[in-house]
């Protein structure tokens, strides 16, 4: 596959993802083979020895460099469910007056969040070891607007102990945020915030959650009426943490729009994902927040 038809690859299944979403709901087994392309595509720009260069439409070009996380790489940072979320910043992001990246690993999703049209993005990741390859990438990028805080998110301010998974360091998470830890690790101890502080008084903020497990934990620790003004996009890690989440949607009139059912409102806690692989979920009090990311498209 030649760069240019990899950034082809990537371009369309960015500007026709909902579609996409429609027909893997229908047929798990298409979105294994469009995620093989879209990794293929991948491996051809974001390899070690390659340019590092791709551009999305109405995002631009950027420049995203080879890092390796252990056994996986920035070339595992593309899929489907991220492509999904790269489009609703691209439909949403001139709605918000700013965007919190809650796990902002090195930046990718700040990055696009930036070039999507959010004024500011306040990006939040507890591993200390991704800040120089973070500002590095802002900055080679004349990203300017991203502001980055070393700290963890949580539902108390205090202090927490980091497990960092050595194999992995995406899959690091605060000790006691997954019931199994796999290979070797090394654990620090860590700054915690909660979630609310980052959430300012009458403005909206729109959220991409990614906390390995503990996303449970920082919502449920949120005021119901910040609801008014908060619109959350989160990954669910396990069963235990779906069935949390959705009770504490009942209770404060919240919808969650789920990627794993082409983004209709889960009714029951069965369809909701309980790993990464089920996708993403949107919670929201805006009932009308799927129609108008994909109205903002036709």
């Known amino acids: 596959m030649t760069k240019n038809l990899a950034n082809e690859v990537l371009g369309l299944a960015f500007e026709n993802i909902f579609d ?9 087994d298409l979105g294994k083979v469009l995620n093989y392309s879209i990794n293929s595509a991948a491996e ?3 390899g070690l020895e390659t340019s590092n260069e ?3 439409p109405g995002i631009g070009m950027l420049s995203f460099p080879f890092y390796s996380f252990g056994n996986v790489t920035t070339v595992d940072l593309f899929n489907l469910s991220e492509l999904a979320l790269f489009r ?3 439909a949403l992001g001139s709605k918000y007056d700013y965007a919190l990246d809650l796990g902002a690993n090195v930046g990718l999703h700040s990055m696009i969040m930036s070039r999507a049209g959010f004024s500011n993005v306040i990006a939040v990741e ?5 800040k120089d390859f973070f500002e590095f990438n802002m900055k080679s990028n004349s990203i300017g607007n991203v502001e980055l805080r070393n700290v963890a998110i949580s539902n108390v301010r205090g202090t927490a102990i980091f497990t960092r998974l050595l194999g992995n360091t995406t899959g690091s998470h605060i000790l006691g945020s997954k019931s199994e830890v796999y ?3 090394n654990q620090i101890e860590v700054p915690t915030v909660p979630i609310a502080d980052f959430v300012k008084p009458n403005r909206r903020v729109f959220i991409k959650m990614d906390i390995e497990g503990h996303e449970a934990v920082a919502i449920q620790a949120l005021p119901p009426a910040i609801w008014d003004q908060v619109d959350i996009c989160l990954e669910i890690g396990s069963a235990a943490s779906a069935e949390e989440i959705f009770v504490y949607a009942e209770r404060n009139s919240l919808k969650l729009f789920c990627e794993r059912i082409d983004w209709r409102s889960a009714t029951v806690v069965q369809e909701m994902p309980t790993n990464w692989r089920g996708g993403s979920v949107i919670a929201t009090r805006n009932s009308n927040f799927i129609s108008e990311v994909e109205s903002f498209y036709q």
């Open 20 to 28: 996409i979403n429609r027909l893997v709901s229908i047929n798990p």
């Open 44 to 46: 051809e720009l974001f």
């Open 54 to 56: 791709f551009e999305l």
């Open 88 to 90: 609703i910043y691209a």
């Open 126 to 130: 507890a591993d200390s070891q991704y």
């Open 183 to 185: 290979g070797d690790s």
